[in-house]
């Protein structure tokens, strides 16, 4: 949460020239496409965090199975008759499917970061203001083509 209120406040005190204004995507697209990333890595570690606990937690049920065999014996209902065996493999299944669904987000976050950057990408900026003080010219001439700069006074 504290790099999400840093990248807000930077997008906030950021403020676009004169020139960048014309033609150019709103804040919301602008600064937007930065913040869904910073979520998506957030998440992604989230989602790493989950992963990594779920493996602690199987990896001590399974430590208990293999020093005391008579701890993992399954009923006829396919839970652990021991308690602590029993809470130690959902919590490693909990934990998994909070891992999936941190992962899911963070690529929808992507998914929006992306379709963000292709759509700022892909519109027009259109011309540039008369506060510029000089703009490369091209002309077509009959014999080739002219490249010049035009300087406005």
Request: hydrophobic share 40%.
């Amino acid at each position: 949460m504290r790099y999400l209120a840093l990248c807000a406040l930077v997008a906030g005190l950021a403020q676009p020239l004169a020139a960048q204004g014309k033609g150019r995507s709103s804040p919301w697209i602008k600064y937007g496409k930065w913040g869904l990333l910073v979520v998506t890595v957030g998440l992604d570690l989230a989602a790493s965090e989950a992963s990594n606990r779920a493996d602690e937690s199987f990896d001590q049920l399974t430590s208990r199975c293999f020093d005391d065999p008579q701890l993992c014996v399954v009923d006829e209902s396919g839970n652990f008759v021991d308690g602590t065996s029993e809470a130690l493999f959902q919590r490693s299944l909990r934990l998994d499917r909070s891992s999936r669904r941190f992962l899911i987000a963070g690529q929808t976050a992507l998914l929006g970061a992306a379709v963000m950057f292709i759509y700022e990408f892909t519109k027009p900026t259109g011309e540039p203001d008369d506060n510029v003080p000089f703009a490369p010219r091209v002309q077509e001439l009959r014999d080739g083509v002219g490249v010049g700069l035009e300087v406005r006074f």
